[in-house]
């Protein structure tokens, strides 16, 4: 029977499939997330997300560099079988089989080139976050002088790096890193103009990063006034570690910096009127909810 000699050489593929189940198999092994001893909660550092974000990465990239191979040799394997039990040999068929194999390698090349970008991004963002949070390590103080930081909140539908709790007011930091170019002589070009709603970096300009700081911002204030059935002044902090921030046309209801020396523009900072009762009480809520694997009011 005809059908007989494409249906046999699925015999030979057994192996490959077997090892494809074992790779995924293998993949869930590694999970770099730990949760509290106390209550169960996902234990959270600054850069959290981007450190889930980046377990992800790499997990896709052993999943793309393990599969590609076993995939890509299933026509080869299948053609090999297709040559023993077939009684005509057809060069057609053979260079179909050749070249759905090239496509493959292909294919799986770009894969794990986009995997190893998306990592380079991944690192460079969790640098920039974990070179904020510690310069917001700064803050913290003993009870006498009450400055709190909390890194990556939960949001609605998002998290926010850093939340700031100073006597003066909430800050809402949020982190964003990006790639510094380089000038034909090699200079590196470090110049970020910063406009009312335009972020102007050398050879290309930004609208989101302020908006988005702005609209967490308003969020964390309306949720904590909810929460706290009082009125918090939150500020908005966005910052670029690495470039060189000029500031003179920039917004008045944001700071916008490179993160070098934050703490000690936070603790001069006053975005309003910001009493000992609120203090305590915004410091109660978030320390309840920092911690939450959702984001409060979600």
């Given amino acids: 029977?005809?059908?007989?000699?494409?249906?046999?050489?699925?015999?030979?593929?057994?192996?490959?499939?077997?090892?494809?189940?074992?790779?995924v198999a293998l993949r869930n092994l590694h999970d770099a997330?730990?949760?509290?001893?106390?209550?169960?909660?996902?234990?959270?550092?600054?850069?959290?997300?981007?450190?889930?974000?980046?377990?992800?990465?790499?997990?896709g990239l052993y999943l793309n560099g393990a599969l590609g191979p076993l995939v890509t040799l299933?026509?080869?394997?299948?053609?090999?079988?297709?040559?023993?039990?077939s009684v005509e040999q057809h060069w057609v068929e053979w260079a179909f089989y050749g070249a759905l194999s090239t496509?493959?390698?292909?294919a799986y090349s770009f894969r794990l080139m986009?995997?190893?970008?998306?990592?380079?991004?991944?690192?460079?963002?969790?640098?920039?976050?974990?070179?904020?949070?510690?310069?917001?390590?700064?803050?913290?103080r003993p009870e006498a002088h009450p400055f709190y930081v909390f890194h990556d909140v939960p949001?609605?539908?998002?998290?926010?790096?850093?939340?700031?709790?100073?006597?003066?007011?909430?800050?809402?930091?949020?982190?964003r890193a990006r790639t510094r170019p380089f000038a034909p002589s090699g200079?590196?070009?470090?110049?970020?103009?910063?406009?009312?709603?335009?972020?102007?970096?050398?050879?290309?300009?930004?609208?989101?990063?302020?908006?988005?700081?702005?609209?967490?911002?308003r969020w964390m204030a309306e949720w904590l006034s909810s929460r706290t059935g009082r009125t918090v002044p939150v500020m908005g902090v966005l910052t670029l570690p690495g470039w060189k921030v000029e500031t003179d046309q920039g917004p008045d209801d944001l700071l916008v910096d490179s993160g070098d020396d934050l703490a000690s523009r936070l603790a001069e900072l006053?975005?309003?009127?910001?009493?000992?009762?609120?203090?305590?009480?915004?410091?109660?809520?978030?320390?309840?909810?920092?911690?939450?694997?959702?984001?409060p009011g979600d």
């Fill in 155 to 175: 949001a609605a539908g998002t998290r926010i790096d850093h939340v700031v709790v100073t006597p003066c007011g909430v800050f809402v930091v949020e982190t």
């Fill in 114 to 140: 986009r995997d190893f970008q998306r990592i380079s991004r991944l690192k460079l963002g969790l640098a920039c976050e974990l070179a904020v949070g510690q310069e917001l390590e700064r803050l913290v």
């Fill in 1 to 23: 029977m005809a059908w007989l000699e494409y249906l046999l050489p699925l015999i030979f593929l057994f192996p490959l499939a077997a090892m494809g189940v074992i790779v």
């Fill in 103 to 106: 496509l493959l390698v292909l």
């Fill in 270 to 295: 006053c975005p309003g009127e910001f009493d000992a009762a609120t203090h305590d009480a915004v410091i109660a809520t978030l320390l309840e909810h920092a911690g939450a694997s959702r984001a």
């Fill in 187 to 217: 200079e590196e070009l470090d110049r970020l103009v910063v406009e009312k709603a335009r972020l102007r970096f050398p050879g290309w300009s930004e609208r989101k990063p302020l908006a988005r700081t702005r609209e967490l911002a």
């Fill in 33 to 59: 997330r730990v949760r509290s001893p106390f209550d169960a909660q996902p234990l959270r550092e600054p850069g959290q997300h981007l450190r889930d974000r980046l377990d992800d990465a790499f997990a």
């Fill in 74 to 85: 299933v026509p080869l394997v299948y053609g090999m079988g297709r040559m023993l039990f």
